[in-house]
């Protein structure tokens, strides 16, 4: 092997090395200056930023918006939404062409008063006032014309970037839009799967955080197999002022973002949103097939239905090699998942993230199936006879 020759530099004296050093520490100096004086935010949203966090204090390395966030409130300024979760069984239905299209939607950027559970509220931040937004479904190879309005009373600049799209900022670079404005994104779902969107203007987990994130379905040229349900279960974190289950209007917490420490973790926008009037119903024999997102915006979920198995996971919504009758499955944060499996026995059926511990945050659901019962799959007491065990005693 040869080695080669490293030839030295001629230090001439060390007084010269010095001053050299210290020029080039100035200009490093300068440019840093430079850099921490340019602020990314925009005119109207300098307005409402009054963070306490300085940045000398705290400074932040994302290309976005400072993470800290501080603002004054006033809810009645706002709509107030009596519902703000998605129901699970609004989709559109499966599409059924065969040829390509041009598909026109229109979002809004909302920004609405409405509650994390009884009594408690929160400013979310929405897509068509619905936590998640609306679901939406095209065909592989359509060209998606979607326009964007933010509305009026928005303390806020948003836009959206969806996962479907291949471009800058997945639609965002052309879709930033301050309050009162729309603008237009055109652009070709050229790759199947299911994709989360979300808005990514200012501090984009911010923007997630409080609600701006949804799912679109981009079927493959063949369609998916027909089923008899589809429901649609989004994951999502808020991170509010009051700990887990303070009462009254809550407001954002970015010490508590920043630190990933979500007091709610929930299913569709609130707690209890897919329990009694919301839960997914199907019948025994149905084929069930569910569209899962995950918004974070720092948690994976496990997801898992207690009592089931899936049939078929589609992981990470990916439509090749799908996997076989699976127990629990990871959806990553700005990710999905698709399951479909028949159901064979009556009764409610709990959809978790299986870190159970966020059940208590609010991560569960209830697939209620009606019809007859074969007792060959599944037969039980229906009296509470657990033995009187010590090692049973839950408290
Ligand atoms: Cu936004």
Redesign the pocket.
Known sequence: MRVGIVHLPKIINIKQLMEKTMQIQKILLAALVTTLTISPLSASEKKEHHSKHSSKKTMNFGPGDHYAHRMKINPANFTKVGDISRAADDIPRPLKRNEVKTVKINLQ?VEVISDIAEGISYHY?TFNKTVPGPFLRVREGDTVVLNLQNAKNST?S??IDLHAVTGPGGGMAVTKVEPGENKTLSFKAKTAGLYVYH?A??NAAT?IANG?YGLILVEPKQGLSKVDHEFYVMQGELYTKGDLGKKGFQKFDSYKMIHERPEYIVFNGRTGALVEAGQLQAKVGDKVRLFVGNAGVSKISSFHVIGEIFDTVYPEAALSNPLKNVQTTLIPAGGASMMEFQVDYPGNYVLVDHALTRIDRGAWGILNVSGKKDNSLYEGSDKHDMPKNKDHDMH
């Open positions: 950027a931040w806020h948003h836009g808005c203007s200012g923007h701006m």
